[in-house]
T-cell receptor, first 115, second 113 residues
């Protein structure tokens, strides 16, 4: 039982390049999330998907797009990377949104550097 | 907008010292409260949570937190820290009937052996 799996773990991009971060969970969770973590800023929600087929913006969605491919997978795409998007990205999932059980299960993180 | 404040950015303690990390939130309605921990190089994991009932919540590894509604606070405590408690600690809040987790900016705890 792998939990939440993210790929890649590390990536270096040049400004203007595009890339997709992949996330998959095997816990049959309905809700999935993408956060970014920056020093002194904590975790900020980029996008979330409350259930398969829905996606919504979080606190910092600009410059990102997401796709909930199926119940297991939730990808995050940077269409034209900028240095301000240098960060550690975490995917997370929860059973049915955080209002019921509250617990998020996190992936190991993807460290992205944009030069 | 709802916010979560963690007052200490970095706390340095010696082993066996007592720990208290502050957390305050700004929302006045029903809230669910959480502490997450991130050990060096690892992902976040849940330490403890409060939904309702006894305001003193016990979590894993000897941690506890007390919800004080009148102070909008949910401080994390441990009577005697260990070197292995070195980590970053995040307080988080979600509103009772909706909403996603709002995280504080985190407090780094360094425990000297």
């Amino acid at each position: 039982n792998a939990g939440v799996t993210q790929t890649p773990k590390f990536q270096v991009l040049k400004t203007g390049q595009s890339m997709t971060l992949q996330c998959a969970q095997d816990m049959n969770h309905n809700s999935m999330y993408w956060y970014r973590q920056d020093p002194g800023m904590g975790l900020r929600l980029i996008y979330y998907s409350a259930s398969e087929g829905t996606t919504d913006k979080g606190e910092v969605p600009n410059g990102y797009n997401v796709s909930r491919l199926n119940k297991r997978e939730f990808s995050l795409r940077l269409e034209s990377a900028a240095p301000s998007q240098t960060s550690v990205y975490f995917c997370a999932s929860s059973i049915e949104g955080t209002r019921d059980t509250g617990e998020l299960f996190f992936g190991e993180g993807s460290r992205l550097t944009v030069l | 907008a709802q916010s979560v404040s963690q007052h200490n950015h970095h706390v340095i303690l010696s082993e066996a010292a007592s720990l208290e990390l502050g957390c305050n939130y700004s929302y006045g309605g029903t809230v669910n409260l959480f502490w997450y921990v991130q050990y060096p190089g690892q992902h976040l994991q849940l330490l403890l949570k409060y939904f309702s009932g006894d305001p003193l919540v016990k979590g894993i590894k000897g941690f506890e937190a007390e919800f004080i509604k009148s102070k909008f606070s949910f401080n994390l405590r441990k009577p005697s820290v260990q070197w292995s408690d070195t980590a970053e600690y995040f307080c988080a809040v979600t509103r009772g009937s909706q909403g996603n987790l709002i995280f504080g900016k985190g407090t780094k705890l360094s425990v000297k052996p």
